[in-house]
């Protein structure tokens, strides 16, 4: 690994550099990596425009074949590729195994749904020439590409959110070209799957500006990626306030762009009375299991449990506590990380308005995050607006409810949120019913009898939600919908057929799914 970025097909130094760092040893990792420059990003976005238009027009098949290639090299990439994410992120090996599969096969499914074809959406409403009092002409819509794509890799999924995760896989698959700013906590990770892209590029005879990489820990080199008029859309996951200054800059351009941003949630998990009755301490010891995965380092952490008070919430309580005390502490993401979690963690402890109810096991080590759980009542809750507030980590609020009333008040009086979950029985089910209306404008997915850490990679996934849990609620950043972000409509009127794209043309020689007169016609 030479520690260099790639701008296009070149491998580029720079004399200013950075290093990776191993939080389970508190070490930097060599070797170091060369630190781009506003030239450098400048001239990643022209290459990018310059392939534009060719990478576009390609064929379905032929971006699908692209995708699969860069699932091929990185599966190639093999145990190294495994071991330096653990090196540079404190994640478990089964963890990021699994990871690398994820990412492999998220790329492969929007090969598969590139060949499907029904993304481009085409549409033909066919001339109407004796309608009174006016004619219709011939018209046909389709989706095109909207143009290079700026994407930030992610700190807690060093590669199903990073270089080749779903913003980039989502963004090949629309025709995008790419810039991936990568993130600075796992530089070498970086560096080995844009290294599979880039030979992908080659492979597949594509221009080089389909891809490109910038490195780089400042702030400021993601700000001149977003600000170039070259890029017109953005995808990021992270912090809100990360995805609130990219927003900013996108906005204050000349040329505005949408900023697909997935920020913060604290994913409520509802506990209705039938189901804590039955099964509460099985439930106490499966939300602990989902709170402490991955040292809490999820966007989809069950951040409050909402129950009514009673005896059977106070087992689920006593259950829980035990089960946190034990849960040993895990390496966290990175010093930063730690270190905001340990600050939110205080905080809770030091709000008069919640009860400390366990911390986990203490350990030695500079990046350990102790789980943590605390406990308050409904009104305290709705009362204080910081106690709603995301943290990020293995720490989890109990809230203790009055009445099913109350707990529509608090569902009402949360931000938008990615995830819900129903504790539920069928005894349930009536009480239930009227919540889901309530949860459907709050959150982007609502699920029942299982916790929310995990998220499916399939066509009917949602990994959205209203602000802030993302920037655009219309949209997901996981799943075959998220080639959606970044494609737009182009209506073709009465264009002669020699002139029409393929997609639209009378022959459809793509062999694509057409809605012709509302009538939807598969090839």
Sequence with gaps: MDGHFLIGARAVARDATFSGYDPSRGEQIAPAFSISTAEDVAEACRLAAEAFDAFRDTDPDQRARFLETI?????????????????????????????????????????????????????????????????????????????????????????????????TASALAAGCPVVVKGHPAHPGTTRMVADAIRDAVAACGLPEGVFSLVQGPANELGAVLVTDPRIKAVGFTGSRGGGLALMKLAGERPEPIPVYAEMSSINPVILFPQALAARGEALAKAYVGSLTMGAGQFCTNPGIVIGIAGPDLDRFVATATQALEQAQPQVMLTKGIHAAYDNGVSALEANPSVETLARGAEGTGCTLGRAALFITDADRFLADPSLAHEVFGASSVVIRAK?????????????????????????????????????????????????????????????????????????????????????????????????????????????????????????
Excluded at 416 to 438: C, F
Excluded at 440 to 458: D, F, H, M, Q, Y
């Design 403 to 523: 009445d099913m009333a109350q707990i529509a008040a608090l569902i009402e009086g949360l931000e938008g949120q990615l995830t819900a979950t129903l504790q539920i029985d069928e005894g349930d089910y009536e009480t239930a019913a009227p919540l889901v209306p309530l949860l459907e404008r709050k959150v982007g997915r609502i699920l029942a009898n299982g916790w929310p850490t995990g998220v499916e990679v399939s066509t009917a996934i949602v990994h959205g939600g209203p602000f802030p849990a993302t920037s655009d609620p219309r949209s997901t950043s996981v799943g075959t919908a998220a080639i959606e972000r970044f494609l737009r409509p182009v209506c073709y009127q009465d264009l002669p057929d020699a002139l029409l794209p393929k997609a639209v043309r009378s022959a459809n020689p793509l062999n694509l799914p057409r809605r012709i007169d509302g009538t939807l016609e598969v090839a």
């Design 71 to 167: 699932a091929d090299n990185i599966d190639a990439l093999g145990d190294a590729l495994v071991a330096r994410a653990m090196q540079e992120s404190g994640l478990p090996q089964a963890r990021l195994t699994g990871e690398r599969g994820r990412t492999s096969g998220q790329l492969r499914l929007f090969a598969t749904h590139l060949r499907r074809g029904d993304w481009a959406g085409v549409t033909f409403d066919t001339p109407l020439p004796d309608r009174a009092p006016l004619p219709r002409g011939d018209l046909r819509q389709r989706r095109i590409a909207i143009g290079p794509v700026a994407v930030f890799g992610a700190s807690n999924f060093p590669l199903a959110f990073s270089v080749a995760g779903g913003d």
